[in-house]
């Protein structure tokens, strides 16, 4: 899911998904929803459009399908390979006690369940499409959207006010202050002093800063959110031609990075609205005590299997 339809997606569609199966097997529902949360980030650099923060990091600069692949495919599966490990070890005793039921009502799933699993597919079709014909994804993905929401609504009779009602309206004031931030750091000149440090640490060491930069940045968006830390770091990255290790670096630690805290990214805010409508209590405390076991092994090993990986 968050491969082909961004670690947002996960939030907003798996989330409710695996909550109403871990319901009905009797499971309980806090291991599950936690993979969401955490796979949702650790799997969004395997395709530029697997979050949106990558978009927000290379603007312009977006690498070829083949060529990122080459760059963050092994880190990928390396980010999510050790994030469902620690999570496997710390979820392992809730798991073992619960008593899973085998045996329960699988309703069929209704016309517009249908449609909208149709929309769903269609949606990762168009986004797949545009990335390989370096085609900007907003305004497909709005369209696919609306046509399927439209499409449900008017075959089946409804009016619009309950998905509207539902959306998570209070998240765009959010996005669009985070861009103001930015702009007001650009207008002050912090990006100009940021990039003359970064041009100063290449200058030095590249590795050094390719493993500086991932920290750092990993650790900034759990204090501002990784969008805003996104689009700083991609201005900078953008204001001088800095080394790929060093640009993927920064990537890494931005989609990673978030994983700490529930504030690190746009995507483990709306899975923690999600869990409060199901009414599922996740503290920051809790989310925090895990990330700090999830976030920095994933982080470490996917930069040291991008830097190996890379020419």
Excluded at 158 to 173: D, F, G, K
Excluded at 203 to 222: H, Y
């Amino acid at each position: 899911m968050t491969v082909l339809l961004s670690n947002d997606a996960t939030a907003v569609v798996l989330t409710p998904a695996v909550y109403a199966a871990t319901r009905a097997a009797g499971a309980p529902p806090l291991p599950y929803l936690f993979i969401c949360a955490f796979i949702a980030n650790a799997a969004s650099f395997m395709l530029p459009i697997s979050n949106p923060a990558n978009l927000v990091v290379f603007g312009g600069h977006m690498p070829p399908l083949l060529a990122w692949l080459s760059r963050f495919g092994l880190a990928s599966l390396v980010s999510i390979g050790v994030t469902y490990l620690v999570l496997r070890l710390t979820q392992h005793r809730a798991l073992a006690a619960a008593q899973i039921v085998r045996d329960f009502a699988r309703p069929p799933l209704s016309r517009g369940g249908q449609m909208a699993a149709g929309g769903i597919v269609l949606v990762g079709v168009c986004l797949l499409l545009c990335s390989a014909f370096d085609v900007k994804l907003g305004w497909p993905t709005f369209i696919c959207g609306s046509v399927t929401a439209t499409a449900i609504i008017a075959l089946n009779w409804q009016w619009p006010w309950p998905i509207l009602r539902n959306m998570s309206w209070e998240v765009l004031p959010l996005v669009a202050g985070l861009f103001v931030l930015v702009e007001g750091l650009d207008r002050t000149g912090v990006i100009r002093i940021l990039n003359d440090l970064l041009r100063d640490a290449v200058a030095t060491s590249v590795d050094g800063a390719t493993w500086g930069v991932g920290i750092v940045v990993a650790i900034v968006c759990n204090l501002v959110n990784n969008l805003p830390a996104g689009l700083v770091a991609g201005s900078v990255v953008a204001a001088d031609h800095v080394p790929a290790q060093v640009s993927s670096a920064v990537l890494i630690g931005v989609d990673l990075g978030p994983n700490l805290s529930v504030a690190g990214s746009l995507a483990t805010i709306l899975w923690l609205v999600t869990l409060r409508r199901e009414r599922q209590d996740v503290t920051m405390l809790t989310f925090l005590r895990l990330g700090l076991l999830v976030m920095p092994p994933a982080l470490i090993l996917s930069i040291a299997s991008m830097v190996l990986s890379s020419p």
